[in-house]
């Protein structure tokens, strides 16, 4: 069965980067989407954006200016970064295989932005 | 972008009932590109539906999805304990690709 785990800081000054990573085991991450999809606390899902194993990418506009999705097939991770961040980017960042419906989800992990 | 409008914002059922959650597109999503997810508390979702109406593997038969264009329906035929939770449908048929505000299933 495939499984994925979020890595990276719990906590982000306002201004920096956000930096996750997300690790694939039991399956490679060849010939398949790799999506992040982030929920505020308390709050509903909201798309972030896709990576194809090959590079290509495709990103939700709202945070186009300030999300970069890449994959390092060598290490099976795909990873998010995300500058900029405010008190808004706070929330659980899932990392997914799939971008048109993901089957596979890694359980989350809580990114905090706060000085 | 499409916005998706799930309906109702609470329902609240007993099991052994039936339940009906809608989810409406702001614009005709293409090719039922259109996929239902259940999240309980603390984990992630788990999708049940995808293309609007095909079961996701190892999901029970009690769950169904219909529907297409702008109109889609999750239906549960009759309510396990384990099925009250939050749903989610998202579309995938045009960038960005939109989830709705969920449905609360809860226990009446």
Do not use: M
């Not at chain 1, 989407?33 to 194809?52: A, F, H, M, N, T």
């Amino acid at each position: 069965q495939v499984q994925l785990q979020e890595s990276g800081p719990g906590l982000v000054k306002p201004s920096e980067t956000l930096s996750l990573t997300c690790t694939v085991s039991n399956g490679s991450i060849s010939s398949y989407y790799w999506s992040w999809i982030r929920q505020p606390p308390g709050k509903g899902l909201e798309w972030v954006g896709y990576i194809y194993y090959s590079g290509s990418t495709n990103y939700n506009p709202s945070l186009k200016s300030r999300v970069t999705i890449s994959v390092d097939a060598s290490k099976n991770q795909f990873s998010l970064k995300l500058s900029s961040v405010t008190a808004a980017d706070t929330a659980v960042y899932y990392c997914a295989r799939g971008a048109s419906g993901s089957n596979y989800w890694g359980r989350g992990t809580l990114v905090t932005v706060s000085s | 972008e499409i916005v998706l409008t799930q309906s109702p914002g609470t329902l609240s059922l007993s099991p052994g009932e039936r339940a009906t959650l809608s989810c409406r597109a702001s614009q005709s999503v293409t090719s039922n590109s259109l996929a239902w997810y259940q999240q309980k508390p603390g984990q992630a979702p788990r999708l049940l539906i995808y293309a609007a109406s095909s079961r996701a593997t190892g999901i029970p038969d009690r769950f169904s999805g219909s529907g297409s264009g702008t109109d889609f329906t999750l239906t549960i035929s009759r309510l396990e304990p384990e099925d009250f939770a939050v749903y989610y449908c998202q579309q995938f048929g045009s960038s960005p690709y939109t989830f709705g505000q969920g449905t609360k299933l809860e226990i009446k």
